[in-house]
């Protein structure tokens, strides 16, 4: 299993963008599955968007409909830190994230128990 540390998290107006990474440990993180989940307090953790190892050096990226256009997941396996861009942020988007990963032989399920390994999670607070 990788270990993982999120970072970026804090406090944004409503309309402003983040940046959150999730750096994480292990000399084949190349070929894991990376994704994002939130959990608003109150509420049942979601996924939130996904970078999925699918062969080789490609990848592709799932999103959570409601997400689709604002977030963007993407890797840098050099630095073994996937980001995940948040723009246009919302007050409903107030959660803490975190990142969660799986060696990317698996399915195309993004389910939070379809992985194993999780970060401590960064808070995310949008102001109105």
């Known amino acids: 299993q990788v270990q993982l540390v999120e970072s970026g998290g804090g406090l944004v107006q409503a309309g402003g963008s983040l940046r959150l990474s999730c750096a994480a440990s292990?000399?084949?993180?190349?070929?894991?599955?990376v994704a994002w989940f939130r959990q608003a307090p109150g509420t049942e953790r979601e996924f939130v968007a996904a970078h999925k190892w699918t062969g080789g050096s490609t990848y592709y990226t799932y999103y959570a409909d409601a997400l689709k256009g604002r977030f963007t997941i993407a890797r840098d396996n050099a630095k073994n830190t996937v980001y995940l861009q948040m723009n246009s942020l919302k007050p409903e988007d107030t959660a803490v994230y975190y990142c969660a990963a799986r060696y990317g032989s698996g399915g195309s399920s993004m389910k939070e128990r379809d992985f194993a390994s999780w970060g401590q999670g960064t808070q995310v607070t949008v102001s109105s």
């Open positions: 292990g000399r084949t993180f190349s070929t894991y599955d």
